[in-house]
């Protein structure tokens, strides 16, 4: 019985790890705060970049006409085809899987791929032959000079292509289509996935000036007052790029052992550590890491380390949505670990969903305090003691995870008292955000 109590201890030794404290959580608020405010200052010496978008305008429900909205964002490409009438909109759109060798290639033949990508969804819609204007859904960081020109900073979330960073992404899809003679496109904006979100919630719910992404990644925009960038009067949407929060070790004191095994694992050591600890394409892995320890210390699977357990990718997000899930029994736990190749008692099940529940609700909680400040930064902003504000939010951890959404509002509530935040799952988010703004774009012209 006390082997079995020490047992017990040290596995909820390293599960405490992951439960941050109130005050731990107001520090990561603090530093969110002071990243935004450096990042609006000088973009170079911060770890949260504050990239203009150049979008102004929030839709105004005059759009009307058929737009293309092309979205690469992280696990597919998507073409799209969207079309406004009167208050309505319909989509059509076609899912194209990028190879890895393709996302970690050259850049010519990731380009020249969505031009081929392009070329098919045209002609399954019979358009080849038209000159439709697009928007370009590019979700990695890019420095806008305008509403279509953006320089790609870096890539993030799986992404290697070589000859890209520094290159202007819009003329490298531009002169990708050039190259095949067959199609022509008019790319009327170059679109953060984020900005997309936020706006196609705008066009249902005027409050909205937040976009949000918990999916591969995470990221936020949201509608800044030029008057703190520039002097004038009027409001920009900014892409914060907030996955790099602790890039400069601000967030070292939360950071645990689990965490940096994923991050020197990556194809971006050092880079967007924030991201790595709360979105979809590494928090299967460090829950991974931190089953792999556990077992290599004798507390789980009796201390036996399959291959499977070293195999990193094997333990993918979605199976800490189907582990934490309410409804589902130990014995379905169980069965989900036994189908991975991970055989274990009915005790290890309950270890390995506790290990899930701790990772996802710190990153859910993160999310909070990184939300909190945003929309505290806000209502000082505008002067206000009280800030009603929606935020448009989209990605497969916040709308298929069983309870991240849920801690997220709630961190949020308690985080920021002085504002009210409402939710609104985007229902295509980035291809009809897109669309909306290439209207405007085009508008505008
Ligand atoms: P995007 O690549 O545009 O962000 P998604 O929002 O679909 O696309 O996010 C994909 C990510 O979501 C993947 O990293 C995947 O691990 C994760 N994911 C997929 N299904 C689920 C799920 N049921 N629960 C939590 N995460 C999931």
Redesign the pocket.
Known sequence: AQRLTSLRRQVSETLSLFRLKEEQLQLVKARMRSGLDAGLRSKSSSTIKMLPSFVYLTPDGTERGKYLALDL????FRALLVRFKKQTSRLYHKIYTIPLEIMQGTGEELFDHLAQCVCDFLDYMGLKNTRLPAGFTF?FPCEQSAIDTGTLVAWTKGFKATDSEGHDVVSMLREAIKRRNDIDLDIVALIN?TVGTMMSCAHEDQRCEIGM?A???TNLCYMEELKNIEKIEQRMCINTEWGGLGDDGCLDDIITLYDTEVDQNSINQGKQRFEKMT???YL?EVVRQVLLDLTRRGLLFKGHVSETLKTPGIF???Y??QIESDRLALLQVRSILQQLGLHGTCHDSIIVKHVCLVVSRRAAQLCGAGMAAVVDKIRENRGLDHLDIAVGV????YK??PHFSQVLKETVRVMAPQCDVTFQPSEEGSGKGAALIAAVARRKR
């Not at 964002?73 to 597919?76: A, E, I, V, Y």
């Not at 989209?394 to 951890?397: E, F, R």
Request: no cysteine; hydrophobic share 20%; aromatic share 0%.
């Open positions: 964002g992280g696990t597919n979700s996935d992404i999916g591969t990644g979105s979809g394409m299967g993918e997000t979605k800490l949505s989209d990605g497969s951890l298929l995870h």
